[in-house]
């Protein structure tokens, strides 16, 4: 039996040479989220299919070619989760959050899944990061939840266009679908076998078929903007005062739509050119029936999602700032049993400070011990053995320059010549050195004061 040693296609490991930039992203998004008061959902992995298809809508790419689907051992339909915001509703539907004090504010990271042809950016299993409003009609929620990602690109360092429009509500559209209905029809034999069946069920999806011949016949399609209605248009007009106030700049882009049916009014994108062609990296808008669609009460909502992966991507390619990798501070190598034991000890005594700190747990020779010293990268390193244990004391060493401090093995943590108290003066003289600055030593900053 041949072992499996491929990931599936589309999928992607994320090693531990590259997860600490994944935690630093993680961490960050919820940092900003936090300060808008949006609080962390999780919701299952997977849902019942019909959850997706009342939302997401039985029109759409996802819903129709892209959707894991399978039946489980007791008959029912179930889909991983193709995006976040149905299972987002869902549960704040089933658990009553609806019924608190409004608008809610909910924000999560997850994974997603979506049958779709593998290239950079995208994948099969992919992670999202995205928050949902609810219970908010005003456009000052929509300007917040976009003020929400734009303070977000700048703390990540990421540059990004931000393209606005307004889809309007199921009234106005009502004209537009008629409209777009007539300039696809007159072409319609033209058209790909997926959009003849679009032009009957839901027009606006023609909008965003990436066959050529259906793009090119859309370049002269019916404008939404042209057929909203008094209510949305002075929707629209709130939304973009409030980001002109907020100093966010934008351009109106009639052609999003958004690849799903919940959307109404505003829609949005931020797009860079840093990862080839203009690329969407955020995407949300309003979806004020989707609450009730799904068997809540009749609250409008306002959310965006984006993808982790292509967020990574980039920052990379932006250049954005990472922190350093985390870094072992101390080695410890030993030479026999009683001296591995007085490793350990005063590695757990490092660990309780917070320091990451490593002995031998192989069995290694002390050349091959120093060696995976280097490997790991250890700022310092000491080897004990009979004499270091007969002596009580041992030399430390720092990797980069060689020098040595004297440490005493059986001082208490909080005790001078200590192991930890030794780790603590070096990291206290690093941050002298930095705050006296080029060319200029702590002591001669302080003598010059």
């Known amino acids: 039996m041949a072992i499996l040693t491929k990931g599936p296609r589309g999928t992607q490991d994320v090693l531990p040479s590259q997860s600490y930039k994944?935690?630093?992203?993680?961490?960050?998004?919820?940092?900003?989220?936090?300060?808008?008061?949006?609080?962390?959902?999780?919701?299952?992995?997977?849902?019942?299919?019909?959850?997706?298809?009342?939302?997401?809508?039985?029109?759409?790419?996802?819903?129709?070619?892209?959707?894991?689907?399978?039946?489980d051992k007791g008959g029912r339909s179930i889909t991983l989760r193709p995006e976040g915001t149905a299972g987002t509703l869902r549960s704040a539907i089933e658990h009553g959050l609806l019924g608190d004090a409004l608008p809610v504010k909910a924000a999560y990271l997850l994974s997603a899944f979506r049958y779709e042809k593998p290239q950079a950016g995208r994948l099969r299993e992919f992670h999202q990061f995205g928050v949902e409003m609810l219970g908010s009609s005003a456009a000052a929620s929509d300007a917040e939840v976009i003020s929400m990602v734009f303070h977000l690109f700048q703390a990540l360092g990421i540059q990004a266009k931000l393209e606005l429009n307004s889809i309007g509500c199921p009234t106005c559209r009502a004209n537009y679908q008629k409209a777009l209905y007539e300039h696809f029809a007159a072409r319609r034999e033209e058209l790909c076998d997926t959009c003849k069946d679009r032009l009957e069920r839901n027009p606006m999806r023609?909008?965003?078929?990436?066959?050529?011949?259906?793009?090119q016949i859309g370049q002269g399609a019916p404008v939404?903007?042209?057929?909203?209605?008094?209510e949305c248009t002075a929707h629209f007009a709130q939304v973009k005062a409030?980001?002109?106030?907020?100093?966010?700049?934008?351009?109106?882009?009639?052609?999003?739509?958004?690849?799903?049916?919940?959307?109404?009014?505003?829609?949005?994108?931020?797009?860079?050119?840093?990862?080839?062609?203009?690329?969407t990296i955020c995407a949300g808008g309003r979806y004020d029936g989707l609450i009730q669609q799904l068997g809540g009460p009749a609250l409008p909502g306002v959310g965006f999602a984006m993808g982790l992966e292509r967020i990574l991507m980039t920052m990379e390619a932006s250049g954005s700032p990472f922190p350093a990798q985390p870094e072992c501070m101390v080695y410890l190598g030993s030479m026999g049993d009683a001296a591995g034991a007085k490793a350990?000890?005063?590695?757990?005594?490092?660990?309780?400070?917070?320091?990451?700190?490593?002995?031998?747990?192989?069995?290694?020779?002390?050349?091959?011990?120093?060696?995976?010293a280097n490997k790991l990268g250890a700022r310092f390193s000491a080897i004990l053995g009979d004499s270091e244990l007969e002596s009580g004391t041992a030399d430390l060493k720092k990797m980069d320059d060689g020098s040595v401090t004297q440490i005493r093995l059986d001082a208490g943590p909080d005790e001078p010549g200590s192991l930890v108290q030794a780790v603590y003066a070096s990291r206290l003289d690093e941050v002298a050195g930095a705050l006296a600055g080029p060319g200029e030593t702590a002591d001669s900053k302080n003598a010059n004061r």
């Not at 998004?29 to 808008?36: D, N, P």
């Not at 023609?206 to 793009?215: R, T, V, Y």
């Not at 939404?224 to 008094?230: G, K, T, V």
């Not at 757990?348 to 011990?369: I, N, P, Y």
């Open 22 to 71: 994944w935690q630093y992203l993680e961490h960050k998004v919820m940092e900003i989220a936090g300060l808008y008061g949006f609080r962390e959902i999780r919701v299952p992995t997977f849902e019942h299919t019909e959850l997706f298809n009342r939302s997401v809508g039985d029109t759409t790419d996802v819903v129709q070619k892209e959707m894991y689907t399978f039946e």
């Open 206 to 215: 023609l909008l965003d078929c990436k066959s050529p011949i259906c793009q």
């Open 344 to 372: 350990a000890q005063l590695v757990e005594q490092l660990r309780q400070e917070g320091f990451w700190a490593e002995c031998d747990t192989v069995g290694r020779s002390v050349k091959a011990q120093m060696k995976y």
């Open 224 to 230: 939404m903007l042209d057929f909203l209605c008094e």
């Open 242 to 279: 409030r980001l002109e106030a907020m100093g966010i700049a934008y351009e109106i882009n009639p052609k999003i739509v958004r690849g799903l049916d919940y959307y109404t009014k505003t829609v949005f994108e931020f797009v860079s050119d840093k990862i080839g062609a203009q690329s």
